[in-house]
């Protein structure tokens, strides 16, 4: 298979029927799970979205992790991004 040896390397596992990959790290364990889309959420193609592009349209890609809390975030913990590029795609 091809990229077996980066992924043995790196201790990554394909989890197919949950449809998540888990990436075990010395700084702890790294779960990615794939979209579910739920009823009535907008799922498109990635050939849609390249149509899209090429009329104008933006796009925006996001990744979210929750993490397990082991209790109140107060808001000065919460870190804050300044400056951020604004990057365009044509």
């Known amino acids: ?30 779960v990615y799970e794939g979209v579910r889309p ?3 959420s907008l799922v498109i193609s990635a050939i849609q979205a390249e149509q899209m592009l090429g009329r104008g349209c933006e796009a ?16 000065e913990d919460i870190a804050v991004t300044e400056g951020v590029a604004t990057i365009s795609v044509r």
Not at 2 to 28: I, Q
Not at 60 to 75: D, H, K, P, Q
């Open 1 to 30: 298979i091809l990229g077996m040896d980066w992924l043995s390397s790196y201790r990554v596992h394909v989890d197919c029927f949950r449809g998540r990959v888990v990436f075990e790290r010395d700084a702890g364990r790294l």
């Open 38 to 40: 739920t009823s009535g």
């Open 60 to 75: 925006y890609l996001a990744t979210i992790v929750m993490s397990e809390s082991s209790g109140e975030v107060a808001l």
